[in-house]
């Protein structure tokens, strides 16, 4: 079980960003990278669900304001067709419009222009919950496992304490 538990802990987090701004997506690359994150970038909300349907990040930093597929349609696509990868949307907007959350899950929002500690404390406690909610989703995959064994060795105990209390008289 600490193996399983391990695997997950070591394996590096993806990130995917996601803006039609080169600059937005070499600043934000460099800076992930240096803590250590695998990232992977795109300038193009079309380019991101490929590359999304091909090897789903951990998370999608999607920048809202794109040409020919904007931010939120790429985002009901991603909640849609891969609900486990994070999305954090990155505007420029003082305000958002409504989303309906059956359609569209939004894990979190970065208000442009960015805040470099913003990012990083957003991207590593959102991805930190998630290993947690893996790590807790596999505990009770497992618990079941572990209760079947414990009967069944609970079960071997009381026959051989049966059979043994039983042994003393003859028959």
Request: net charge negative; glycine share 2%.
């Amino acid at each position: 079980m600490k193996d399983l538990f391990c695997q997950l802990d070591s394996r590096k987090k993806q990130v995917l960003i996601v803006d039609d701004l080169l600059d937005n997506c070499l600043l934000l690359a460099t800076i992930l990278e240096a803590e250590g994150y695998e990232v992977d970038t795109t300038d193009c909300g079309y380019k991101a669900i490929a590359k999304i349907e091909a090897n789903p990040p951990d998370l999608v930093l999607l920048d809202v304001m794109m040409p020919n597929i904007d931010g939120y349609e790429v985002a009901q696509w991603i909640s849609q067709n891969q609900p486990s990868v994070s999305i954090v949307l990155v505007t420029a907007y003082d305000t958002l419009p409504q989303l309906d959350p059956r359609k569209v899950k939004i894990d979190g929002f970065i208000r442009k222009p960015i805040d470099l500690d913003e990012v990083l404390l957003k991207v590593e406690t959102l991805l930190a919950t998630k290993q947690e909610q893996a790590k807790t989703q596999n505990f009770t995959k497992i618990i079941p496992i572990y209760s079947r064994t414990d009967k069944r060795i609970l079960l071997k105990k009381n026959e051989a304490v049966d059979r043994k209390s039983f042994s003393r008289y003859d028959y």
